[in-house]
């Protein structure tokens, strides 16, 4: 039925005229092209490859085949299509049909074909990566990637496309349909299914994550092998139902039979390893709700504490054995009969041990719980409990919905599997997360979500590793043999391990050792930052005083460790924590050879530092270029003393953490309160002491920014309705809002400074354990003579929010004596219907030049920043504030916290200041009673109000038209990068006018077809001087414009009494604010102003019109 | 090789009838087709080559059903159907190789032998490194029958062999199957070119509407149209009148006269005299007199 030799036969000459084909070759030509460029763009020394690219020895032919992956796909759609199709018209071939070959001999030889040339093709693709790979200096070489990846990216993809498009062609009997239907298939699995179903239907493998890790290998080998197979078998079986089904040749009637049988039974068994990865998907689901249910069930029963919990832990290839011997006892006023632990649902309790005499334990999912107890209350008891087994690692992050759970994480174009522990026989990390030791606090549940308990005990860890692995803990390490004992010298609220092939770096500093624990091969740093070692001790001491001035609190532990931790290893934020697992007790979990942070890339650091001090005219030694790169990498990744360039505040909302702070508050203190579980968080925020990114394109793309839009959240929603209900990352946003707010606003009812430094020694004397809310209210009452609970039902309950309003904002030169001084006031009323906090910041110094605008800085402190000042304006109350100044500020910036103000935050340029002689200096605040009038001779239209109309007659293009449809949000502000062609749309920012919200409308520039009016309500008759509220000149145009001369216009028209004016305003030389047009005549019968969409830049803004009575 | 064909049938599914009922033995040497376009010739063929299925009927081929043992019989026939398009982009002798791997079991190195025999017997040992769909119509029909012998078939099936090809290409294509039947090869040609036929077969079927007209041989043929061939010379007024009652096989205009041959039962004309039958008029005869198809 099946001959080999014709199947070769066919093959061999198929492949030649497919090789002959020209198609095939102008594909081969531009696959081998493109992916030429591609290595030369990105791997070779052409420029300095990035570091995160050349660092993982899998990547470099994992990249290739996966970016080649969609387009081979289309190929094999083509030509296989086309390769069966042939035989449609009759006695195309048929003289080899009568030769005596079988149908099944016909299909494989073709399908032989087509495997043959792609799978060379596929072979000069890694041969051209590891030609690049051999080739640069720089990379690391992985000789089983170049057969690993090819096996398990391109040939399945291959055979099952292949497959599919030979069935369909040879059903469907029409090359062009199939042709559509097939890629129709590819591009909903890559639209619609991208991501989803953990990648199952991801044929091509091109979002599969199959990223090698070089310390702990594959993150799931099984799931991996298993899809790819099923597209492999999937693709046989389908070869197999072709002959079936093909009718060029009649077969006797038994072959065609066995042909089908075995198809089926093929596709029958494919269909098994579906629904194994099914089950495989859908196991860790169902455990986690399960588990979260049963959180549910134990959340109120009352529980002992455990004061010390003594483990010890063999490590077994995949398997721990290990035991817990806990001193625990019952803090509660009950006598317990029934007390429960928490463990990794894989591990097996093999025995538990009471005050000496075994027990019986009844073990659900993570529970372990012990019945018919009698332990009184404050009665100690001795537990030991044995237990062995694996680690089922998607217990952990309970918290975490199945959505975001289940979302991709990007590592450039690829997907990365998430980790969340390791229990291999050559690596192994384990933290707290997956409850790898016992422990009594209960996770996530939904009907309580408050619940999560704290305690310290003290830890003592024993670890047996095997094959000469390092063991990683807290504490300093006694080494015997293979064992490793661990006694940290506080309590702690969790301990963690990392087991594997790790080389150690330490240096003290200050009586702190600082160790440095990277894999083998991952020395990377020592090359680049070789001379370092003599004022290492120098650096590290300017870096740690600078955090701990910055943060007021002292380091709390004898030692700091930085592991290296595989790059699959992720995390979560959470809603009660203000830290992630990447950071420890004593420890900071740092990627892999510095995944794709940039301050690891230490290469391109040095360079883009050479280049920074050339433009600087700086001359710097080697040793200062390191130790400025050094910095940077510490400054901006572990201390966050410089903040990010830039920010998309919203967008991901799982972007890793390393900063060190929760060594300072999490794992040294912690407020434990039963009814506000938020509160321990907040005060973790409200402490911590970090830099933000200098800017945040958030209004950028959604129109208001990521804090507005919570703002107007919050305004909706309460904030346990937010907690149950909105998607996290506006939660974890809303939360740390309300805790800056709450704070704030006790901190200005009893002086910041005095509540700052009250916390600060609260957490100082509390170190190494937990205090409860209500020994610290009372703290405060003795202290400030206040009660903090009503402010804080208050913060967390209400709603209802202020709205400031910047009545007046003077500035002054003064002259004091022969000393220069800045006074700066602002009126500011609250219009809102709550009261509210208001931080205002000034700024001095060069703002960065325009070119240097765009380049990545290295280890460069941030702009000048006079301390920030708080003040409470209370609903309905106008304040003057007054700030008295010794440099000259350029910005001053008004954060409102929580409000109902767009933007929140508002910075404006101080601009020219107007000189004065003597006189009083105003510094502090006062109420203001006295309300001004309104000025009737003063009228401003601005583009929020219903004076304000605009005019489009342009149809938006089909495509626009198509995408706004699809918008399911319904949007009022629009982002400066969703610039509207054929609309006047609202956009929003500090330049603008308004009084609570300052927007402007704009749109693209156009040929004056698109119209915006104001039209006042002219209650005098007279002389107007008319004003247009600018943004400044060039109006937001990219800064690099401003450099040429050239004048740019905006076409206004004026309808007023005496008929209508053409004004061509030039607006290159406009002041941000109110800038002079004209003076015209309007009477009662009233007028307009309208601003057409004429100009040469790019993007026309309609803002705010004001008329002057003469 | 020795075929018996019993009750053969083939309906095609949109329900037409190409072959009805046929019984038909064939022996070794040159056996001929014949019958109009649309008798059922290519139908026939195919389903003698087992690239297709019979309705009904059972075809033993030495005794073998060809429904039963397709592989075996596939390796004793070769066949060259009426029209096919090579592939685009082989070269001839690589689709002579093609053919002779599938064909046979000869290693390579015998199979080259063989390949360049085949390709110098039909004359195209210098194209040899052209590609195939680049030869001539002459070329590509001989390079089909190269393929077609490639297996040493016992049984050679060829639909239309001539059908466009110029004299010259037409008369050495007969002395190629004219040698080959000379060996123990079953040689069934199908063909509506009567002088196809009648110069090489020994035995000849005709097929109309997909039923045997006749079968037996090609002088068998001719006896039944002895005395009915008549030749004579006429003036135009003659022969318009002629032409519209009988069949006119050829004419020859001669010193402003016609030189006609025809078809009919009686003397059709005064001045007409007996001629010598041939194939071409049995061919006519039958179809006019026996089948009552109009022709002329």
């Keep these: 039925m099946i001959s080999l030799k014709n199947i070769l036969t066919i093959s061999r000459f198929e492949s030649k005229v497919l090789w002959r084909n020209w198609f095939f070759r102008i594909l081969a030509v531009a696959g081998i092209g493109f992916l030429t460029i591609f290595n030369i763009a990105v791997f070779s020394e052409a420029d300095v490859p990035r570091w995160a690219f050349l660092s993982n020895s899998w990547l470099m032919p994992y990249a290739s085949l996966t970016l080649i992956s969609i387009p081979q796909v289309a190929a094999v759609i083509f030509l296989a299509t086309g390769l069966i199709k042939k035989d449609k018209k009759v006695d195309t071939n048929e003289v080899f ?23 060379l093709l596929n072979l000069v693709f890694v041969a051209l990566s590891l030609a690049f790979n051999l080739t640069s200096p720089y990379t690391t070489f992985q000789p089983w990637a170049y057969i690993i990846y090819p096996l398990l990216t391109s040939i399945p993809t291959i055979v099952f496309t292949a497959g599919i498009s030979f069935l369909l062609v040879t059903l469907i009997k029409n090359q062009p349909i199939s042709i559509v239907l097939l890629l129709g298939v590819a591009g909903v699995e890559l639209i619609y299914y991208f991501d989803e179903f953990s990648n199952i239907l991801d044929f091509m493998a091109f979002r599969l994550p199959m990223f090698i890790s070089d310390i702990s290998g594959f993150a799931d080998l099984e799931f991996a092998l298993l899809q790819r197979s099923f597209y492999l078998i999937t693709g046989i079986a389908l070869l197999f139902i072709t002959a079936f089904f093909i009718d060029r040749l009649p077969s006797h009637r038994s072959a065609r039979m066995v042909t089908g049988v075995l198809g089926l039974a093929i596709l029958v068994a494919s269909s098994f390893m579906m629904l194994r990865l099914y089950e495989m998907r859908q196991n860790p689901i169902e455990l986690r709700q399960n588990m979260v249910a049963l959180n549910g069930q134990w959340a109120e029963v009352p529980n002992i504490t455990i004061l010390s919990s003594a483990i010890e832990i063999e490590l077994i290839e995949d398997e721990i054995n290990a035991s817990s011997e806990m001193l625990v006892k019952n803090n509660t006023d009950e006598v317990l009969s029934r007390i429960y632990f928490t463990l990794n649902p894989g591990l097996k309790v093999e025995e538990v041990v009471l005050n000496g005499s075994t027990q019986k334990a009844h073990k659900n999912f993570h529970i372990v719980s012990l019945d018919e107890l009698n332990i009184a209350p404050n009665q100690e008891v001795k537990v030991l409990i044995k237990y062995h087994g694996d680690i089922l690692q998607s217990a952990a992050h309970l918290e975490v919905d199945q959505k975001r759970y289940e979302a991709a994480r990007d590592y450039f174009m690829f997907s990365m599997q998430k980790k969340y522990s390791f229990l291999q026989a050559d690596y192994t990390l384990l933290t707290k997360d997956v409850l790898w030791y016992p422990d009594t606090q209960i996770g996530y549940n939904r009907k309580s979500v408050t619940k999560d308990r704290l305690s310290f005990p003290e830890f003592q860890l024993k670890v047996t590793t095997s094959n000469g692995q390092m063991a990683i803990s807290q504490g300093e390490p006694v080494i015997n043999g293979n064992v490793y004992q661990f006694k940290p010298e506080y309590p702690l609220p969790q301990i963690s391990l990392a087991v594997g092939d790790y080389v150690k770096k330490e240096i003290t500093v200050d009586s702190v050792k600082y160790s440095l624990y990277h894999y083998r091969n991952s020395d990377f740093f020592v090359n680049q930052l070789d001379q370092l070692s003599d004022t290492l001790s120098y650096l590290i001491t300017d870096l740690a005083n600078e955090y701990e001035d910055a943060q007021n609190l002292s380091y709390p532990f ?85 903040g990010a360039d830039y920010a998309f505040e919203g967008l991901r909302q799982d972007e890793p953490d390393y900063s060190i702070y929760p060594n300072y508050y999490a794992y040294n203190s912690g407020i434990v309160s039963k009814e506000w579980a938020l509160l321990n968080r907040s005060i973790a925020t409200y402490l911590q002491n970090e830099k933000q990114a200098k800017a945040d394109y958030s209004r950028n793309r959604n129109g208001i920014s990521f804090t507005e ?64 809310y209500e020994s610290l209210r009372k703290a405060i009452i003795t202290e400030f003579q206040m009660d903090i609970d009503p402010i804080i039902k208050k913060v967390y309950f209400e709603t209802s929010q202020p709205a400031f309003e910047i009545l007046s904002l003077q500035k002054y030169e003064v002259l004091d004596g022969d000393r220069k ?46 301390p920030a000042q708080l003040s409470v304006i209370k609903k309905g109350e ?199 047009l004209g003076s015209y005549y309007f009477n009662q019968k009233g007028g307009s102003v309208s601003l057409t969409d004429e100009c040469e830049l790019r993007t026309v803004y309609a803002d705010a019109i004001k008329w002057v009575k003469q | 090789m020795n075929i018996e064909i019993t009750g053969l049938t083939k309906v095609y599914p949109n329900g037409h009838k190409a072959i009805n009922n046929v019984n038909l033995q064939i022996g070794s040497g040159m056996f001929g087709l014949l019958g109009p376009n649309g008798a059922g010739k290519s139908s026939f063929m195919r389903v003698l080559v087992t690239v297709q299925q019979a309705t009904s009927g059972t075809i033993l081929m030495d005794g073998l059903d060809i429904n039963e043992h397709r592989q075996r019989i596939r390796r004793m026939v070769g066949y060259l159907p009426q029209d096919f398009t090579f592939f685009s982009k082989l070269k001839t002798w690589e689709f002579l190789d093609y053919a002779a791997q599938l064909a046979t079991s000869l290693k390579k190195k015998d199979r080259t032998i063989k390949v360049n025999k085949l390709l110098d017997q039909v004359g195209l040992l210098d194209v040899r490194e052209r590609m195939a769909n680049k030869l001539s119509g002459g070329m590509k029909r001989r390079l089909g029958i190269a393929q077609a012998l490639i297996g040493d078939p016992k049984l050679l099936v060829i639909d239309e062999p001539t059908t466009g090809l110029d004299p010259e290409e037409r008369i050495r ?70 032409k519209t009652k009988y069949s006119v096989v050829s004419t020859i205009p001669t010193d402003g006269k016609w030189e006609v041959q025809l078809i009919a039962t009686e003397q059709p004309h005064p001045k007409a005299s007996h001629a010598n039958p041939n194939l071409e008029h049995a061919y006519v005869y039958f179809m006019e007199n026996e089948l009552g198809v109009s022709l002329v």
């Design chain 1, 709 to 772: 839009e919570c703002n107007n959240l919050m305004r909706e929603s309460s904030l346990n309705e937010i907690l149950s209900e909105a998607k996290f990352n506006k939660i974890q946003k809303s939360v740390s809002l309300k805790s800056q707010y709450l704070f704030t606003y006790i901190g200005q009812l009893i002086g910041e400074n005095n509540f700052k430094d009250f916390l600060y020694s609260w957490v100082n004397q509390h170190q190494h354990q937990l205090t409860s």
């Design chain 2, 173 to 242: 294509f007969r002395n190629i199957l004219s040698d080959l039947s000379q060996q123990d090869v079953t040689i069934i040609l199908s063909t509506h070119i009567v002088g196809d036929i009648s110069s090489t077969c020994h035995n000849m079927a005709m097929l109309n509407k997909g039923e045997v007209a006749f079968k037996g041989s090609p002088e068998g043929m001719i006896d039944q149209v002895r005395g009915h061939v008549w030749q004579a010379l006429l003036d135009d007024e003659e022969f318009n009148l002629i």
């Design chain 1, 878 to 1076: 106008t304040k003057l504030l007054g700030f008295v100044l010794d440099e000259k500020p350029d910005n001053i910036t008004f954060n409102t916290i929580i409000s109902r103000n767009i933007p929140s935050v508002i910075t404006l340029p101080v601009g020219t200041l107007s000189k004065r002689e003597g006189g009083e200096l105003f510094e502090g605040e006062r109420i203001i009673t006295t309300e001004k009038a309104p000025n009737i001779y003063e009228i401003i239209v601005d583009n929020e109000d219903s004076a304000f109309s605009s005019f489009s007659p342009i149809k938006p293009t089909y495509l626009k038209a198509y995408l706004d449809s699809r918008k399911t949000t319904n949007q009022k502000y629009y982002g400066s990068w969703d610039r509207p062609f054929s609309k006047w749309l609202p956009t929003t920012g500090s330049e603008f006018y308004g009084t609570v919200i300052r927007s402007a409308h704009f749109t693209r520039s156009g040929n004056g077809e698109k119209i915006a009016t104001w039209t006042p309500d002219i209650k005098e008759e007279g002389f107007y001087d008319l004003y247009t509220y600018m943004q400044g000149k060039n109006q937001n145009e990219f800064t690099g414009n401003n450099s040429s001369n050239k004048q740019h216009y905006y076409h206004f028209i004026i309808h007023h009494a005496d008929g209508e004016d053409n004004i061509t305003y030039n607006i290159s030389n406009a002041e941000p604010g109110w800038n002079f």
């Design chain 1, 97 to 119: 049909f009568v030769r005596p070959i079988t149908n099944l001999d016909y299909v494989f030889g073709k399908a032989l074909a087509l495997f043959k040339l792609f799978f």
């Design chain 1, 558 to 642: 004898k030692r700091l460790q930085f592991v290296e931790t595989p790059l699959q290893f992720a995390t979560y934020n959470k809603i009660y924590e203000s830290h992630q697992a990447y950071l420890q007790p004593e420890t900071v979990y740092w990627p892999e050879k510095g995944s794709d942070i940039r301050q690891f890339d230490l290469r391109m650091q040095l360079r883009d530092m050479n280049s920074q001090a050339k433009r600087q005219n700086q001359v710097l030694t080697e040793k200062q270029k390191q130790a400025n790169v050094f910095n940077d990498l510490i400054k901006k990744v572990f201390t966050k003393q410089i």
């Design chain 1, 821 to 866: 001084r800045y006074q700066v006031l602002a009126e500011i009323r609250n219009s809102g219907n709550n009261d509210g906090v208001i931080e205002v910041k000034f700024t001095s110094g060069a703002t960065a030049d325009d070119e240097d605008y765009y380049r990545n800085k290295v280890n460069v402190t941030e702009q000048n920043e006079i």
